[in-house]
């Protein structure tokens, strides 16, 4: 054998036939499997044809592609397909004949439209009789474009015929999308049309415009009157909707958001108009209220869904935009504005908070009010997005999300607007060959369809790669799911532009499952908007809801996906019970159904009317507000100040950090009086505690002298000894220069009355951006020293400050201590600090943490101070609160950060870094934020915010893309050396778990407490449990950061077993930027907590104590 020869023909067979063998072996199957068009014989290419003055420099919708519907047409059992096109006559429809084979019968169904641009289509049965229609939203009237939106009815044998000018829905708009559902709970399905508007506004156009129609754009609601008049009639106005060309309508659900048993409408809008949100009010109107149930919206919202992607029983709501998640495309890409015009957006022209990136509404309870939560979440950057569809794809029990991605070219990118700006500018003609230049200028924008793997709770995991999406590059739009092969798993359908159509096979293991049909009655024969929840493990719908959704097929982005709800059971094998719920609010509960197939609930079945209040009774807060009944009228008023004018770097604004409160009962009566620090050119208020428990504002005129000062902590304490509670009050604030008169501190002296005058002598002479006080007896000699944390010298934000001590010798008179006593000398940018005995040694310690700090302790040796940094803690806090947190006797630390709810990256990729340095010798100190990727950091702003800062940069660099993707030491290059490296390795609020010998655990807060910055704790006794309640957000941030403002007062606890927080509740009516939260005795022997919010009235609550 040794001797035999292997023809090399033969040889070289072999080599391929091992390496092929073993390249097979090494590929990992994903969970979606992208089926070619020669397996399945679906043959659809949205092809965009090429037409003069067609194109995007004209429409700017023109690379938006078209949707998907999937749908059983000929009630087979087998979900088919439709394809809407850009062209005329080239929609198609795909009949499913099994085992993922399909046949085109479009020709035979005469289903391929007639007008020259098809964009949304819908499958509802709306005629019902059983079958399913199509119905296929256009644009025309428009752009050259000619037609009519267009309704196919089945004909039950596999054909259609086009009927929509005899039902009264032959609209010729610039329609997106439209939706079938029973707004009126009349039995039949009446029809929503989202439409786009043709942009006629070059500049930002009041709010006030909303109620002007327009003919072509604006979004029209029709009554289904077919039964009375034969056809749908226009009741737009009467009902309440705007008809108006600010609405660029992308995305539309519908749902009963608030749980009242009535469905309500949410449209994406793009560009400057807000999102609406339309509240079903159950009289055939709907009331747009989307101001005063969100906080911000996506900016340039595209598609929607609504599902309760976190099994608490409340449909959320996510929007999509076009954030990319990679670096060079980043930097290169416009997307939100500039402070100035973000401003005269929202207070001249009457429009919400926007921000460029896809939005995730964690619903609070029956659409009470909503958090965004999409940074936190990992979902608010996919690129150029469209098409978002919840569904649970793994069948593990929990909801997934797909995002359809990519723009053919990119019209935003910097370089390209730039380029075609100076075209226009030098007087080029507008011609054919003109116009192919220009797109020829566009950067392609390919990307890949997303998607994440959700937890059940509030974060979801990019599994792109993992489940078979991520090398699917191309320009993907519409997308609809439905179980194509009835395998008990979702299979997704994607309309792609100038590329085939996806078909993407779900290989999900094999779990337990079960999807549900619905048999409805009257014209809506297929129970669209009914509700289900799925119980399990033995549970009662009383007081466990497992998993819920409403069926809607209308969802994502110009698409519809099949007319069932589907639930993944994981390995559970059990199903206790599923409650139904109709749309005429009938129900019907099945117990023991059988899982593992199709479940088809009969109508017939249901009875009783469903009380939504009993099912989702309304939350007991834990604390009532009683603020009118203190009759309290005091607010705090934040004078205009915009620090990025000043400095134009810095990571968020300092002039907004308060009001603080002290709390003391001042005139020695058995009630707490308090003190609320003003802001600048406001005095700060006095407020007497009376017998009745009402409130009573005392020493107007004192105060009054002082108020050309920004208040920034008070607190009272007896400084000369007389056993009388004085004040002292600290200042700072971002926009007095240093040594300014506005920035000396004041020592109000109690007379034994409760009124104050100032002191003659300063207590500390500190003209600084000071941030905390603090007291308390270092020295154990009797009476109180005082702390004084200092933030920021004005107009040099990152460099470090002097922090100060000083010692009273009980008769108004205090000594600075020196760096012998404790080390404070340039101890950095301070925001908060606490005394308590860490080691139970009869000596107080002072905790003192702040922005690019470490939580540091200064341990009291009998009246002199060591310093100890808890290793790895450097963060950018904001509060410290000492508790004993899990009983043992000793003071643990709880401590307010940032958050994770937050453009900002750190942790395990690296810490967020801020270089600070005056890089351009102007005599101005710049500040550059950096984040790390792959071990590479990038600036976090882009070229024009950095070269406003620095024009030295312009110079170095002509174009956005020869600077994005470029890591800072590329970008500073020569300049980069010499600078102050600040760091922040945590952004997660914490508590410190001291374990008595010197030691600390650091541990994150819930994630629910990790939605904005913390800047107050308060404990208390709730029913025998010790409670927290942690409040923060801030709004003072520039728009590309996006303001924080998803944490309302929340309440938590520790689990002394489990050794962990655990979250409890929200006060979730209780917006707004919280600085500042105090207990007082209040009339009666009972407590109330103070709440004070930045720019907003005091809020006083009373503990419940109930369960």
Not at 79 to 90: E, L, Q, R, T, V
Not at 244 to 259: R, V
Not at 333 to 349: A, C, F, Q, T
Not at 626 to 643: A, G, L, P, T, Y
């Amino acid at each position: 054998m040794s001797g035999c020869k292997i023809p090399t023909r033969y040889f070289l067979l072999f080599l391929l036939i091992i390496t092929g063998t073993q390249s097979c072996k090494n590929h990992k199957a994903t969970m979606f499997e992208s089926l070619s068009p020669s397996k399945t014989n679906v043959r659809f290419t949205n092809k965009l044809e090429k037409k003069s003055l067609l194109n995007i420099l004209y429409y700017l919708y023109y690379y938006n592609g078209g949707g998907v519907a999937t749908g059983d047409i000929n009630n087979d059992g087998l979900p088919d397909i439709y394809f809407a096109a850009n062209s005329k006559g080239n929609n198609k429809l795909f009949l499913n004949k099994g085992n993922f084979q399909f046949e085109d019968i479009t020709e035979k169904a005469q289903v391929q439209g007639t007008a020259e641009w098809s964009t949304g289509v819908t499958m509802a049965d709306i005629n019902g009789d059983g079958f399913l229609d199509i119905y296929v939203s256009t644009v025309s009237g428009k752009f050259g474009l000619t037609g009519h939106n267009e309704l196919f009815i089945n004909n039950k044998d596999n054909t259609f015929t086009e009927r929509s000018e005899q039902y009264g829905l032959n609209t010729s708009c610039l329609t997106t999308q439209t939706a079938f559902f029973d707004y009126d709970h009349d039995g039949d399905l009446d029809c929503y049309i989202l439409n786009q508007s043709d942009h006629p506004h070059a500049n930002i156009v009041d709010t006030v415009n909303r109620r002007k129609y327009d003919p072509l754009a604006g979004d029209r609601l029709y009554r289904n009157d077919v039964n009375t008049t034969g056809k749908f009639t226009d009741v737009s106005k009467e009902a309440g909707i705007y008809q108006s060309s600010l609405g660029y309508g992308l995305g539309l659900g519908i749902a009963d958001i608030n749980n009242d048993g009535w469905e309500d409408i949410y449209v994406g809008n793009d560009f400057h108009e807000n999102d609406y949100y339309y509240v079903n009010n159950g009289n055939g109107t709907f009331t747009e209220s989307g101001a005063s149930h969100f906080r911000h919206y996506s900016r340039f919202s595209m598609g929607n869904d609504i599902a309760d992607y976190n099994n608490d029983g409340q449909l959320d709501i996510v929007t999509v935009d076009m954030l990319p998640p990679d670096e060079k495309t980043l930097k290169t890409y416009g997307s939100d504005e500039n402070p100035d015009i973000y401003k005269v957006k929202l207070e001249l022209r009457g429009y919400q908070n926007q921000y460029s990136r896809n939005c995730l509404q964690r619903n609070n309870g029956s659409g009470i009010s909503f958090d965004e939560t999409g940074l936190l979440s990992g979902v608010s950057a996919t690129d150029w997005s469209w098409c978002p569809l919840f569904a649970d794809f793994d069948n593990d029990g929990n909801k997934d999300l797909f995002v359809s991605s990519g723009i053919k070219r990119r019209p935003v990118d910097l370089d390209f607007i730039r380029f075609a700006d100076r075209r226009k500018s030098q007087g080029m003609d507008t011609t054919d060959k003109y116009d192919d230049e220009t797109i020829e200028a566009m950067p392609e924008g390919n990307s890949h369809p997303f998607l994440f793997k959700g937890d059940g709770q509030l974060t979801f995991h990019d599994v792109s790669d993992t489940w078979g999406t991520g090398k699917l590059k191309g320009c993907s739009n519409g997308a609809a799911y439905a179980d194509l092969d009835n395998d008990g798993d979702l299979d997704l359908v994607v309309n792609c532009l100038e590329a085939p159509a996806l078909i993407l096979k779900n290989n999900t293991p094999k779990k337990n499952y079960i999807s549900i049909s619905f048999k409805g009655d009257k014209q809506n024969v297929f129970g669209v908007g009914t509700k289900a929840y799925v119980f399990t493990s033995g549970s009662h719908p009383n007081s466990y809801r497992e998993q819920y959704e409403q069926m809607m097929p209308e969802r994502g982005f110009m698409s519809s996906s099949t007319m069932q709800s589907h639930f993944g059971l994981d390995s559970i094998n059990h199903i206790d019970s599923i409650l139904i719920v109709w749309p005429d609010q009938q129900y019907q509960l099945i117990k023991n159904p059988t899982i593992n197939k199709n479940l088809v609930v009969d109508k017939k079945e249901a009875s009783g009317a469903f009380v939504y209040n009993n099912f989702f009774p309304a939350n007991k807060e834990w604390m009532q507000d009683i603020s009118r009944q203190v009759n309290c009228n005091w607010s705090h008023k934040e004078n205009d100040f915009v620090d990025y004018n000043v400095q134009y770097l810095i990571p968020h604004g300092l002039s907004t950090r308060g009001p603080k409160l002290a709390v003391a009962d001042v005139n020695k009566d058995g009630l707490d009086d308090f003190y609320a620090c003003g802001a600048k050119f406001q005095p700060g208020t006095l407020m007497i505690q009376q017998k009745d428990g009402t409130f009573k504002q005392s020493d107007t005129a004192v105060f009054s002298k002082y108020a050309i000062s920004e208040e920034v902590d008070a607190i009272f304490f007896d400084a000369n000894g007389d056993s009388f509670p004085d004040l002292f009050v600290i200042t700072g604030g971002n926009e007095v220069p240093a040594n300014e008169i506005a920035l000396l501190d004041n020592l109000f002296i109690n007379d034994g009355t409760g009124h104050f005058k100032r002191a003659d002598e300063p207590m500390s002479v500190v003209f600084e951006n000071k941030s905390c006080v603090a007291v308390a007896d270092v020295d154990n000699d009797g009476d109180q020293d005082i702390f004084i944390g200092n933030l920021a010298s004005p107009a040099k934000y990152g460099a470090p400050t002097t922090s100060y001590l000083y010692i009273n010798d009980g008769h108004t008179h205090f000594t600075k201590a020196g760096d012998n006593i404790i080390p404070l000398h340039l101890l950095g940018m301070v925001t908060a600090a606490t005394f308590v005995d860490i080691d139970n040694d009869g000596w107080k310690d002072l905790v003192v943490t702040g922005e690019w700090m470490p939580m540091k302790i200064f341990k009291n040796n009998k009246g002199k101070f060591s310093e100890t940094d808890l290793p790895q803690s450097t963060g950018l806090w904001q509060s410290v609160y000492a508790t004993d947190v899990n009983g043992d006797g000793y003071a643990d630390i709880l401590a307010g950060n940032w958050g994770l709810n937050t453009k900002f990256w750190a942790g395990k990729n690296g810490p967020l870094k801020l270089y600070v340095k005056d890089f351009d010798n102007n005599g101005s100190t710049e500040q550059v934020l950096a984040y790390t990727i792959d071990g590479k950091e990038y600036p976090f702003l882009a070229k024009d915010e950095l070269e406003r800062a620095m024009p030295v940069l312009k110079k170095y660099y002509l174009k956005y893309n020869e600077v994005a993707g470029k890591t800072v030491q590329y970008i500073f290059y020569d300049l980069f050396k010499d600078y102050t490296e600040l760091k922040a390795e945590v952004l997660a609020s914490s508590c410190f778990i001291n374990d008595g010998k010197g030691n600390f655990k650091r541990m994150d807060l819930p994630l629910e407490l990790q939605l904005a910055p913390i800047f107050s704790f308060a404990a208390f006794d709730h029913n025998g449990t010790m409670t927290w309640l942690a409040a923060g957000n801030f709004y003072n941030v520039v728009p590309y950061e996006g303001r924080y403002d998803a944490l309302q007062p929340s309440f938590f606890s520790y689990d002394k077993t489990g050794s962990k927080f655990q979250y409890n509740s929200e006060l979730a009516s209780l917006a707004g930027q919280a600085r500042d939260a105090k207990w007082i005795n209040y009339a009666g022997g009972s407590k109330v907590l103070i709440i004070a919010r930045n720019n907003e009235p005091l809020i006083f609550l009373k503990p419940t104590n109930s369960n």
